[in-house]
């Protein structure tokens, strides 16, 4: 008995499983950044602090050394950024033609994900670096303004109270 599926060729079969990995890897991502939310309380979010300087009674040296800091990590997220959306549409590129090697596919994502690598590495260097200019009384005072922000972001959240 005859199937009334159609059947696929052996490029488009590639092209779903990179797609399939592609989407896997994303949700892989988000997991791994679901974890390292959890080691948010150890960084200092830039705007936080830029949010927040005359309340932290930030020294004008402290300042300075930030807006150096923030200075630095934005030309790289910039070449970086550019250098994401660049390899993206090379991979776009593969993925829609006809028949797609499969290595030639892979190497152009590990190109994406070593950027993006690199994206987090320098987001993780920021905050470090911003923190160790931070005595323990701003660190204390940045910690109370995360959670305000926290409740504040909770109680958004929450449906208004119904009237009888």
């Given at each position: 008995?005859?199937?009334?599926?159609?059947?696929?060729?052996?490029?488009?079969?590639?092209?779903?499983?990179?797609?399939?990995?592609?989407?896997?890897?994303?949700?892989?991502?988000?997991?791994?950044?679901?974890?390292?939310?959890?080691?948010?309380?150890?960084?200092?979010?830039?705007?936080?602090?830029?949010?927040?300087?005359?309340?932290?009674?930030?020294?004008?040296?402290?300042?300075?050394?930030?807006?150096?800091?923030?200075?630095?990590?934005?030309?790289?997220?910039?070449?970086?950024?550019?250098?994401?959306?660049?390899?993206?549409?090379?991979?776009?590129?593969?993925?829609?033609?006809?028949?797609?090697?499969?290595?030639?596919?892979?190497?152009?994502?590990?190109?994406?994900?070593?950027?993006?690598?690199?994206i987090k590495r320098t987001q993780l260097v920021l905050a470090v670096r911003i923190r160790n200019l931070l005595d323990e009384g701003q660190l204390n005072k940045l910690e109370e303004f995360r959670e305000q922000g926290s409740e504040r972001q909770r109680r958004s959240r929450r449906p208004p109270p119904q009237n009888p």
């Amino acid at each position: 008995m005859a199937s009334n599926r159609p059947t696929r060729s052996k490029p488009m079969k590639q092209s779903t499983i990179i797609w399939i990995l592609l989407v896997g890897l994303s949700q892989v991502g988000w997991g791994v950044a679901q974890q390292l939310g959890s080691l948010q309380r150890y960084f200092v979010r830039p705007e936080l602090v830029m949010r927040n300087q005359q309340e932290l009674d930030l020294t004008e040296a402290q300042r300075n050394t930030i807006v150096h800091e923030i200075q630095q990590a934005q030309t790289q997220f910039t070449g970086l950024r550019w250098d994401v959306q660049n390899e993206t549409q090379a991979l776009e590129r593969l993925l829609q033609a006809r028949s797609g090697d499969e290595t030639e596919l892979l190497t152009q994502l590990d190109k994406i994900l070593d950027l993006e690598r690199d994206i987090k590495r320098t987001q993780l260097v920021l905050a470090v670096r911003i923190r160790n200019l931070l005595d323990e009384g701003q660190l204390n005072k940045l910690e109370e303004f995360r959670e305000q922000g926290s409740e504040r972001q909770r109680r958004s959240r929450r449906p208004p109270p119904q009237n009888p």
